[in-house]
């Protein structure tokens, strides 16, 4: 199952540089998607979300962009920090259902 | 600012054996859920949980795995009969509404099958 992919397992970044994590899915009838981070030996800690009715949403450092027809969703971070490296999950919610279907995530390190 | 937290952080069991893996989501939350991931592998949904009975299940979720809401305050997976390849990381996580609305993770409760 493989409704939601993210292919880049690993991105390294310089500091202050612009990160950007990218998620594609494959089912139209997801309207709702969120990004995770997630540390070592801790859970998933919410980051940002987008409705499938806007194309961009941001929170401060964090944007994410949605592409319907493309059905794609990027995440920038920018400034990049040391603190952001962990891994980032790409997630999606849609139709009657209200479980989340992960991305296999990928590793950011933010270099000094 | 609330969380969601699990007990215990790890739990190391024989093959056969029942476990009851525990979680307290944060207080005014409605919706609750468990996830797993086993190692190397994606976050994967189980069971979603509201108004005291099971809303959604995957099919992973077999007979062999049951969840509770004993109280006000606690949510609990069980799993009857643990087999090696129950082995993962289990995460409880709750939401204020369904659907659209975040859901928020405890820190995950690590479950080995020896």
């Known amino acids: 199952d493989q409704q939601v992919k993210q292919n880049s397992p690993s991105l390294s970044v310089q500091e202050g540089r612009i990160s950007i994590l990218n998620c594609d899915y494959t089912?139209?009838?997801?309207?709702?998607f969120l990004w995770y981070k997630k540390y070592p030996a801790e859970g998933p800690t919410f980051l940002i979300s987008?409705?499938?009715?806007?194309d961009k949403n941001e929170d401060g450092r964090f944007t994410v962009f949605l592409n319907k027809s493309a059905k794609h969703l990027s995440l920038h971070i920018v400034p990049s920090q040391p603190g952001d490296s962990a891994v980032y999950f790409c997630a999606a919610l849609g139709g009657a259902t209200n479980k989340l279907i992960f991305g296999t995530g990928t590793l950011l390190a933010v270099q000094p | 600012e609330p969380e969601v937290t699990q007990t215990p952080s790890h739990q190391v069991t024989q093959m056969g054996q029942e476990v009851i893996l525990r979680c307290v989501p944060i207080?005014?939350?409605?919706?609750f859920y468990w996830y797993r991931q086993i190692l190397g592998q994606k976050v994967e949904f189980l069971v979603s949980?509201?108004?005291?009975?099971?809303?959604?299940k995957s099919e992973i979720f077999d007979d062999q795995f049951s969840v509770e809401r004993p109280d006000g305050s606690n949510f609990t997976l069980k799993i009857r009969s643990t087999k090696l390849e129950d082995s993962a990381m289990y995460f409880c996580a709750s939401s204020e509404i369904l659907g659209g609305d975040e859901q928020y993770f405890g820190p995950g409760t690590r479950l080995t099958v020896t």
């Open positions: 207080s005014n939350h409605l919706y």
């Open positions: 089912n139209s009838m997801f309207d709702y």
């Open positions: 949980f509201y108004n005291n009975e099971i809303s959604e």
């Open positions: 987008i409705s499938s009715i806007k």
